[in-house]
């Protein structure tokens, strides 16, 4: 654990961007996912379509593969260059927004039509019909699937050190290489990673039982 523990400040950077990633795409994929989601569970072709093709295209590419063409061939079409930071975000916003688009789409369907039958009884727009009877209880459905999404997000961030970004798994890599102590650091790293991910793990099950009182 020496070289462990002198390094410890440069770990803890690694750490913060591996948090720093994961937080970013979590926050753009729960509305993309949200629009998506229930643009699949729309009656117009036009809206569930296109929603089908993105989560069937970003759900079956690997991340890996996704965070390689936005860094490497994405600046290739457009007139500016890329951040392995924002390649990396956006690899995972898209892949989690699929994933987060069918635990909505699944959340809606579980409704009973009599709650649709209702409220359109009451003369409520679509949008108010989702707003105000749906999405309330669906996504108190939806929560141990959210959160164990978020958790696998978490979790995939280390594929940002293929790009170089120096997140925790990069810095591990960069360290582990030059003292020659791989048993060491990637021990630590999975120490780590543990010591972010195990307190969202129970953070779900006290959400998973809250949900389970609301809806019993």
Do not use: H
């Amino acid at each position: 654990m020496q070289y462990a523990l002198q390094l410890a400040g440069v770990l803890a950077i690694g750490a913060l961007e591996t948090v720093k990633i994961a937080v970013m795409a979590l926050a753009i994929s729960l509305p993309v996912g949200l629009i998506v989601g229930a643009g699949r569970y729309s009656r117009t072709r036009y809206f569930r379509w296109p929603a089908a093709a993105f989560v069937e295209t970003f759900r079956n590419i690997p991340v890996l593969v996704s965070i390689m063409w936005f860094f490497f061939a994405f600046p290739m079409l457009v007139p500016f260059e890329i951040s392995a930071y924002a390649a990396a975000v956006l690899a995972l916003s898209l892949n989690t927004s699929a994933f987060f688009a069918e635990i909505f789409r699944a959340g809606i369907q579980s409704i009973s039509p009599g709650q649709w039958d209702g409220a359109r009884a009451l003369g409520m727009s679509y949008r108010d019909q989702m707003r105000r009877i749906i999405l309330p209880q669906a996504i108190r459905r939806m929560v141990p699937a959210f959160t164990n999404r978020w958790i696998e997000l978490c979790k995939l961030t280390a594929l940002a050190s293929t790009i170089s970004y120096q997140e925790l798994m990069y810095t591990t890599k960069m360290i582990a290489n030059a003292y020659y102590n791989p048993v060491e650091m990637y021990s630590v790293c999975g120490l780590i990673y543990l010591a972010i991910i195990y307190p969202m793990v129970r953070a779900t099950y006290r959400l998973e039982r809250r949900a389970a009182k609301e809806t019993a």
